[in-house]
Structures are given as C-alpha cells and as structure tokens.
C-alpha cells in the first residue's frame, strides 16, 4: 500500500467543516476556467488558420508547377502538359493528387461595369471539391460535355459587383500581342469562400479558352497544381517537387506564393502565447496559493506525523498528491467545458463574425487531439513545478513546535 497516497486520500475525504474547502473549490474553478480559455483560444487560433489555409490551397494547390521564374507572371509561358515525372509523382503516398491548369488576365465588360479579373481555365481533371461545397448559386460546369464549354463561374463578390445572375451572358477581353481578343461565357454558378482577394479576381472556365487565345496547341498549359494528403508535408514535399522536375519548371509552395497571408497568420500565434502564459500563471499561482492554505491548515499534523517518524520528503508527497487531485479536477472540468463550447460552435456557428473582414462568416474552431494533449500536459507541467517550492516550506517545521500550535 502507497501510504503517502492513502493519507493524501484521507485528507480529501475529511476537509469538510475545514476553512480550506471553500478554497479548494474556488481553486478548482480557477483552474478549469484557465484551462477553458486556452483550450478554446488554440481551438479557435488552428480553427482561423485551417479555414484561410484550406482557402487558398482551393485556388492554388499547395505546391504550383510553372515555367522557371515565371511563377508569378499572369501570363505565363506554356508547359507541355505530358511530363515524364508526373507518374511517378502522381503515385507518392504524399501527393493526394496533381492537376493542370493555366490563367489569363482579362477584363469583364458589362453595360455600365468594367472589372480586371485573372481568368483560371480548368480541364476535365479538375478537382471541383473546394468550390462545390462553397456553391451559393448555380452548378459546377462539365467541360466533358461540349455544350457547357463556355460556361464559368464567378464569386458572389464578381456577381454582386456587375450585376450578374446564373445564365447571364458575360464577355471577356482579353490581350494577345497588340491585338484585343474578346469571349463571350456563360454563368453557370456563383461561389463564395469569403477571401476578397481571391474572390474579386478570379474566374474559373475552360482551359481551351486560354490555349485557344495565348495561340497555344491542346498539349501547352499554364502549370501544374500539386495537392498533398497533409498540410504540414509542404516544406519537405515543395523540395522533392522541385527536385524531381528538371531545371526548365520551377516549384513554388503557398509560403512563397502567397507570404503575407501565412505571415498575417503566423503573427496570431503570438496573441495565443500571451492568452497560454497568463492562463498557466494563473493556474500556477493558483496551486501555491491552495498548497500554503493546506499546509497553514494541517501544521499540527504535519507535526504529528513527524513526530511518528515520517520524513520530510514523504509529507511533501503527500500534500503534492493532494494538490494534484485539486489541479486533476480543474483540467478535467476545464477539458469538458471547453470541447462542449467547441463542438457546439462547430456544429451550430453560434458566434458569427463579419466575413469582409475575418474572412469566415462565424468563428472557426478546429480540434486537433495533439494540440489538446499538448495543452493538459504543459499545464500540469507547469503547475507541478510550482507546487515543488511551497512544498519545501513543510522541511523548516519543528514537530514540537507545529503540536503545541495546534
């Protein structure tokens, strides 16, 4: 039998009618309100950063293959679309899958409207996931089928601005060496991710379009979108790609594509730090301020128990088991509180936030089972530490003295 264990147990089952239990409780509730507070903060900091992540890898890919230096030309020069590594690419367990793609700026003209969009022309192999759940209006054009090879569609942003419904007519102008080069498109569908950016500037149609205008053949294309099973493989994977495709293409990742959103991003991992460090002192400051009142509260036994010959260090145990079941039911309280907030909030959006400016229309919440792990252990961690300090407190107590206290 553990005896430290089976006093600290004792001590718990008999602090009724002790001043210390009101302060226990409060020690509780502190700690799991802490707990909640982080636990949603880091909820809702993976949640942002997995909803403007996944947004941008709709539009781009994770990784974009084009002509070298030319990644960031709208106007790229083509690449022939029969490459010798992309079978051997296609089958790496990372790659979820690869798709071609081009895109040419133009200018929507409507009757009392001018707007400059990039339009992104597609193939019949596109992955239409992303924009089929983001639909507001209209469906997904069949470029299998012959008929809807003049449709697009346009954001909700495009639509509102020119005034364009599902099955308007909509014309394109786009340049081709001096010449001006018009389209004439069909909308077949509205779209709505809430990126602005993105939203406002492009168009998905047909590839052939813009092989047809660039004077391409059926063989040339823009690039390559690369999309992998998991986020965090980009780095390593955005290597691989760059290595394995010859020194005519260049391999870009979103980073470096895109870096003043995931810089944006990065910087609201600070806030959260701030929000976990003050939560964890709090928690901290907590424990050694419950473990002084227990210890104050059982001086005389502390005595006593001296007195029979238990050393220091046992004691110590002893009170540091108590304060862990304190601390055990402040992070379990905390835990359950906080998914039972995330979940309805994943499941119900019951806090909105304007889409103009957070890019969502409610507060996003992701539940990622190391981060939550991570947090419960970092803050019993921490708040072991800090018991270890108060705790010596019981090695300077004379037995003789802490008896006649009592």
């Known amino acids: 039998m553990n ?3 089976f006093i600290a147990r004792r001590m718990i089952k008999g602090s009724r009618g002790h001043y210390s239990r009101p302060v226990i409780r409060i020690s509780i509730l502190a700690i799991s309100l802490s707990l909640t507070i982080m636990f949603v903060s880091i909820a809702i900091l993976t949640g942002f950063q997995k909803e403007i992540r996944d947004k941008v890898i709709g539009f781009t890919g994770h990784i974009q293959i084009t002509r070298f230096s030319e990644n960031t030309n709208l106007v790229p020069f083509p690449v022939e679309s029969r490459q010798p590594f992309l079978q051997g690419m296609r089958l790496h367990p990372k790659i979820k899958y690869i798709q071609a793609y081009a ?30 759940k983001r639909m507001a209006e209209g469906n997904i054009p069949d470029y299998s089928d012959t008929a809807q090879k003049n449709d697009v569609i346009i954001s909700k942003s495009l639509s509102n601005l020119l005034d364009l419904k599902v099955n308007d007519p909509v014309r394109m102008y786009f340049i081709y060496g001096e010449h001006t080069v018009g389209r004439k498109f069909r909308v077949s569908g509205i779209f709505e991710t809430g ?7 492009y168009v998905i149609g047909n590839l052939v379009h813009i ?46 594509l895109y870096p003043q959103i995931f ?17 964890i002192s709090v928690s901290a400051i907590t424990m050694i301020s419950t473990l002084l009142i ?42 359950l509180i906080g ?19 957070y890019y969502v229309p409610v507060v996003p919440v992701h539940l990622d089972l190391f981060n939550i792990l991570l947090l419960n252990l970092i803050s019993i961690a921490a708040c072991y530490l800090m018991l270890i300090v108060p705790s010596l407190i019981i090695t300077r107590i004379n037995p003789v003295k802490a008896i006649r206290f009592s």
């Open 339 to 357: 998914f039972t907030l995330c979940l309805a909030q994943q499941q119900w959006g019951l806090i909105g936030l304007p889409q103009e400016s």
């Open 263 to 279: 810089d944006w991003l990065a910087l609201q991992d600070m806030n959260v730090v701030i929000i976990l460090a003050l939560m």
């Open 211 to 256: 092989q047809k205008i660039n004077g391409w053949n059926s063989n040339q294309i823009g690039g390559f979108e690369v999309v992998l099973k998991d986020f965090r493989d980009i780095e390593e994977m955005g290597k691989y790609v760059y290595h394995q495709i010859g020194f005519q293409l260049d391999a870009s990742t979103i980073y470096q």
């Open 3 to 5: 005896t430290d264990l």
């Open 195 to 201: 990126l602005e950016e993105f939203d406002k500037l």
């Open 103 to 132: 895109s040419k700026a133009g200018i929507i003209r409507t009757s009392d409207q001018i707007q400059g969009v990039v339009l992104k022309g597609v193939g019949e192999d596109y992955n239409w996931g992303f924009f089929r």
């Open 294 to 335: 227990l210890i104050l509260e059982r001086t005389s036994m502390i005595g006593v128990l001296k007195a029979l010959g238990l050393s220091s260090r046992r004691i110590r145990k002893i009170f540091v088991y108590h304060a862990l079941y304190i601390l055990g039911w402040g992070i379990g309280i905390g835990n």
